[in-house]
């Protein structure tokens, strides 16, 4: 246990570095995943053939592909069409665009979840459709989605350690780097679990917060 | 005021509306009555534009309505609605409700949209749940609340859903009443409704529909009274003694 202790004293620095970029990476990816996958389910709910189209076609595609082939797609293929991508850039456009399809099908669900008699009630005092969404239709689904949404969050950190194939200096990429130098796979790996368990149960409680505090009585 | 000329629509191969004409002038209360599936909730969600239809017109103040016409979203302003189940925005407090339209879509400053509000809230006896949200409400005070919204456009008519087939029997009459103290002051009124005591009382002339079409009409009293069409007197027969 002294050792255990011991090293954990020298490798947590390292680690913590890691955790930066981790926390870097998954807000990043959120912030990116949110708002792409808003315009992706409002596409769909849309109704407008061409735009429900599109937006559906992206979604089966992106889900259809392992985020780390796509994170490799991103690094290792743009490139050669002249998108040169820092490792941090692409893992965070990368898991951001991941997401936003898990995100977009969270929203589209919140979005259905509510009466249509709603969005007539708006129309039949002249709302538009922007309107219609702002004040009636995304302050109710906003409600429903946010348990998935919270769900959705906490993976999108833990799937940062995807990243760590492209290079991406985060937790799980420093703490390979560690246990290779040092064998101690015990006491590394279990630092890199602790490190993530930091992040989560924290969002955990964030996301039930905020599902007392605005969701569904 | 509003004019109904030659209107067809469908629903897939499912003809509702085969040849509708009808014309609501401004200050006249009309009752539309007819078996479910008679296709009267359809004519009227035509003429607020909630749905297509595929042949005739109908003409508000002259200007066409067609649901997928920017100018739907003007013509809705001017002939509001009122729905079978409410739909007042549960997210937001009576008040809010009815000041949702008037400040987001007219652009009336907010004090001005609050005081009239609470004017409409006072007039539908709701004076004290401006700051109640919808499910502390009971269906009769959701359905003023929707009146008091749909008036707050200040329209110069307003369409009637069946209004009280949601409501427990007991809180029916709370809701014609106010809907009979609107066609007092004069509002025109279109209403789809089965209540035939409100309609004979309250409304000018009653058009019955069966089928898609209208059958007959004519004024209230006369129509329920002394119904020309075997179709008219089967249905009121039914509806009057159900047993």
């Given at each position: 246990m002294n050792k255990f202790l011991q090293d954990a004293q020298d490798y947590l620095p390292i680690l913590l570095q890691g955790a930066v970029t981790t926390a870097g990476i998954a807000f990043c990816a959120l912030v990116i995943a949110t708002l792409f996958g808003l315009v992706l389910a409002l596409m769909r709910y849309s109704g407008i053939g061409v735009l429900s189209w599109t937006a559906r076609s992206f979604v089966n595609i992106v889900r259809g592909i392992p985020i780390l082939v796509q994170l490799f797609y991103i690094y290792f293929v743009l490139p050669d069409f002249g998108i040169d991508l820092t490792a941090f850039q692409a893992g965070a456009i990368g898991l951001g665009i991941a997401y936003s399809c898990y995100m977009a099908e969270n929203f589209r669900a919140g979005l259905e979840a509510v009466d249509k008699g709603q969005v007539e009630a708006a129309q039949s005092i002249g709302m538009s459709w922007v309107l219609t969404m702002r004040r009636v239709v995304l302050p109710q689904a906003f409600r429903t989605v946010l348990p998935p949404y919270g769900n959705t969050m906490i993976m999108l950190l833990k799937d940062t350690s995807q990243a760590s194939v492209i290079t991406v200096a985060e937790i799980t990429f420093q703490g390979k780097m560690l246990a290779a130098s040092t064998f101690e796979n015990m006491t590394v790996y279990t630092l890199v679990a602790g490190l993530y368990l930091a992040f989560s149960v924290p969002l955990f409680l964030l996301a039930s917060y905020l599902e007392r505090r605005f969701g569904k009585k | 005021m509003i004019t109904i000329k030659g209107l067809h629509k469908s629903f897939g191969n499912l003809e509702v509306l085969k040849g509708i004409d009808a014309t609501v002038e401004k200050g006249e209360v009309v009752c539309l009555i007819g078996?479910?599936?008679?296709g009267k909730s359809t004519l009227l969600r035509c003429v607020n534009g909630l749905e297509t239809y595929e042949q005739g017109a109908i003409d508000v103040h002259g200007r066409r309505v067609r649901a997928?016409?920017?100018?739907i979203r003007d013509i809705r302003t001017r002939v509001t609605m009122v729905f079978q189940r409410f739909n007042l925005f549960p997210h937001r407090t009576a008040l809010q409700n009815i000041t949702e339209g008037p400040i987001f879509v007219k652009g009336e400053p907010r004090a001005e949209a609050e005081a009239h509000g609470m004017a409409l809230l006072a007039r539908m006896n709701?004076?004290?749940?401006?700051?109640?949200?919808?499910?502390?409400?009971s269906g009769g005070q959701q359905q003023r609340v929707a009146i008091a919204r749909a008036l707050a456009m200040r329209p110069e008519a307003i369409l009637f859903d069946?209004?009280?087939?949601?409501?427990d029997p007991e809180l029916v009459g709370e809701v014609l009443a106010a809907m009979r103290a609107l066609a007092e002051e004069g509002m025109t009124m279109l209403v789809v409704t089965h209540e035939m005591g409100f309609a004979r009382e309250v409304a000018d002339r009653v058009l019955f529909m069966s089928g898609g079409r209208i059958v007959e009409q004519g004024p209230a009293a006369e129509l329920l009274s002394n119904p020309q069409h075997e179709r008219t007197r089967d249905f009121l027969s039914r509806i009057l003694s159900p047993m």
């Open positions: - | 078996a479910s599936g008679s997928e016409d920017a100018s709701l004076a004290d749940k401006a700051d109640a949200y919808p499910e502390q409400l069946e209004p009280t087939s949601a409501l």
